[in-house]
């Protein structure tokens, strides 16, 4: 069965710092890999997904992840965090059977001035 | 533009009362999706449905049924609501297909009391 970790409930960052909010998947076979973002009060928002070929992948608002097959990991960055930026941050798993999408825990981003 | 649109942002209602979230897509989507949101836990997928009166069950989907008469519309039940069931409640929409982005509602906060 597929499963996601986001081992970080909550995070927080200076403006102007760097951020990598961290994702580990479980799936047997090749997995379609997504990256969500929810601001308060608001539904959820994709930012980038992955199934196949670069695996360092391009997302909206500055956003980037990169696929590691070796470590099961589809970590999220961004080189420089905007107060904006503040949300909450979903990882989220599919098969290759297409269907079900199973997301993780959800990451908390608080941004400080 | 896309919109997957839930009936209530919020629902107030009694333990014990039969309870109907509704879910309406306008982007013909087959796929059909409930989750429920909770602190510290993510979205849990409760039902999904891939076509018409055809659904599959989720992670959590113990007291709650589903619905999906028509391609647009997806409804969950809660056949005698609880205090446990006071939660955020996300519909979702996609395309067939691993690829493919799901859209999401403004979501629901049910608060049984």
């Known amino acids: 069965a597929q499963s996601v970790t986001q081992p970080d409930i909550h995070i927080t960052v200076s403006e102007g710092a760097s951020l990598e909010l961290r994702c580990n998947y479980s799936?047997?076979?090749?997995?379609?890999l997504f990256w969500y973002v929810q601001s308060p009060g608001q539904g959820l928002q994709l930012l980038l997904k992955y199934f196949s070929g670069d695996t360092l992948v391009q997302g909206i608002k500055g956003f980037e992840a990169e696929f590691k097959r070796s470590q099961s990991s589809f970590n999220l960055r961004k080189p420089s965090v905007h107060w904006s930026d503040a949300a909450e941050y979903f990882c989220a798993v599919r098969g290759n059977q297409g269907g079900k999408l199973i997301f993780g825990q959800g990451t908390e981003l608080s941004v400080k001035p | 533009d896309v919109k997957v649109t839930q009936s209530s942002r919020y629902l107030v209602k009694r333990t014990g009362e039969k309870v109907f979230l509704e879910c309406v897509q306008d982007m013909d989507h087959e796929n059909m999706f409930w989750y429920r949101q909770d602190p510290g836990l993510g979205l849990r997928l409760i039902y999904f449905?891939?076509?018409?009166?055809?659904?599959e069950k989720g992670d959590i989907p113990e007291g709650y049924s589903v619905s999906r008469e028509k391609k647009e519309r997806f409804s969950l039940i809660l056949e005698s609501a609880s205090t446990n069931q006071t939660s955020m409640y996300l519909c979702?929409?996609?395309?067939?297909?691993?690829?493919?982005?799901?859209?999401f509602g403004q979501g629901t906060r049910l608060t049984v009391v």
């Open positions: 799936y047997g076979a090749t997995p379609y």
């Open positions: 979702a929409s996609s395309r067939v297909g691993s690829n493919t982005e799901a859209f």
């Open positions: 449905s891939y076509d018409v009166k055809m659904k």
